[in-house]
């Protein structure tokens, strides 16, 4: 089969030529005697004619319905007019047939191919196959194709290799729960298929590669979301003898040319940098939306003398008092109060107070135990006007910036805020070294325990609180693309972490073994980035979910409805294995209260 080109690239430089096209059925219509379909490929749509004069075409074109696999030869025309679609890059000419086959039937569909058809996500993803034959998904896959292809271009041309890391590797057990995979020759081990390539991109910088990258495969066996896949590709890169700045730039340089070629826009370097504390004070969120305003503000100093106990009380606790105002927020019902006060409860906060700003002044059941000055200082500070609403959290410094940052979000979109076509591009820098886990009652590694420090006095229990670490976020819109660090490569500051997170050196050696011996042999100073290759694509498809840029998701229940994955396998597969499975019992039924 040979054909002339794709049905999509047709144009009016072919007319009067003879053209072979191959597609699929896209849509069938018959006026007046003469037959039009719309051929569809990955690259459009053409249409072609079947004329009533060719009665073996005509006669078998009409049996021809949705879907059927078509291969047809004829000559290409200029439409007639008043028949020229704008709409259509093909719409100025159309191919009259004189010589059809039909390579393939197809039954009738569960769901249309459409862009406009609403079908359930179960059944989408149990007919994959034919959800990916949709023109907009078609895109978002020749669009991720095309972002793969100049992310390899741009790293190529800055000297990077690339190089494949392992897929069956050892567990350790830091972070997301690993997927284990049973090992045949040594029955009673296994496998861990990665998390990330984050320890063998450190020993490749010990080997002297010098600059890395892959497109890598992850896996982590984790409750999905929007945002979350049991499996996906992130852009993997490390470099040796370099700083925060020399990360920051090649990946800024990377994201340059990669809006450039998928949506022609022009971004601007080099990003605003935005430290940890400042992001989760002004924006509640360590990966900040700076399309709109709405910033929070801290009252904690100001109002620590408050007559309102509430605040009083909290203060005098340790804890802290933020506030910030929703453009006119002041003609929400009281039930609409109530719903807000509901939704940052589920982010722990115990209530919500508030002040509705008019001509006349604030205008709550508050106001009366907050002096004049207390209240003009609010109003200043947040720059609240006339109209507004002023809404406060007091709690402990994590509740208040995780409801407010989340309020403000919920606001900013619900209220039209948010510039939906600006690109706001900005790094997360100077995040804490540890936090405090308060159930286990010890420090974590805020990223990962490989993080290096900031350069300074050696890492002990009095300064981990304020130590900050050489971390770095890339945020676009609201969404965190990645993040990376610059890595320890000295062995005593690495104990000096483990020492810290309470890992032992038997437990450390037993983990991470060849990391720190590798660490031991010259390893150079090194540091890198992951970036979140299906989150970067759903961005610039203008998609909410990445399940829309990947060809073979699971769904939020972590399964494949197309293969029936994850599925049971045979009692002679788990023997090989030495593996026996174990039903988990269910749960005996209640009695009836009639029998009881």
Known sequence: MKRSGYCGDFREASIGKELSVFGWVHSRRDHGGVIFIDLRDRSGILQIVFQPENKETFCAAEHIRSEYVLSVTGVLRQRPEGTINPNMPTGKVELVVSKLEILNASPALPFEISDYVETSEELRL????????????????????????????????????????????????????????????????????????????????????????????????????????????????????????????????????????????????????????????????????????????????????????????????????????????????????????KFVGEYGARGLAWMKITDAGAESNIVKYFKEEEIQTIISKLGAKSGDLVVFLADEEKVVAQGLGALRLKMGKELGLIDKNKFNFLWVVDFPMFEWDKEERRWQALHHPFTSPKDGEALTQDNAKNAKAKAYDVVLNGVELGGGSIRIHRSEVQKQVFDLLNITDDAAKEKFGFLLDALTYGAPPHGGVALGFDRLCALLAGEESIREVIAFPKTQKAVDPMSNAPAAVSEKQLKELGVRVVVKQQPAAAPDKKEA
């Open 126 to 341: 149990k007919y994959r196959y034919l959800d990916l034959r949709r023109p907009a998904f078609q895109k978002n896959f020749i669009m991720r194709h095309n972002v793969s292809k100049e992310i390899r271009n741009y790293l190529n041309d800055e000297g990077f290799l690339e190089i494949e890391t392992p897929f069956l590797g050892k567990s350790t057990p830091e972070g997301a729960r690993d997927f284990l995979v049973p090992a045949r020759l040594h029955h009673g081990s296994f496998y861990a298929l990665p998390q990330s390539p984050q320890i063998f991109k450190q020993i490749l910088m010990v080997a002297g590669f010098d600059k890395y990258y892959q497109i890598a495969r992850c896996f982590r066996d984790e409750d999905l979301r929007a945002d979350r896949q049991l499996e996906f590709t992130q852009v993997d890169l490390e470099m040796s003898f370099v700083e925060e700045e020399d990360v920051m730039g090649v990946i800024e340089g990377l994201l340059k040319r990669v809006f450039k070629t998928a949506v022609n826009a022009d971004i601007k370097t080099p990003f605003e940098r935005m430290s940890y504390a400042d992001a989760m004070l002004r924006f509640g969120s360590d990966k900040p939306d700076t399309r709109f305003e709405m910033e929070i503000k801290d009252f904690s100093a100001e109002l620590k003398n408050s007559g309102f106990s509430v605040f009083a009380n909290v203060l005098a606790k340790g804890g802290i008092v933020r506030g910030l105002s929703i453009p006119k927020g002041a003609s929400f019902s009281r039930s609409e109060i109530d719903a807000l006060t």
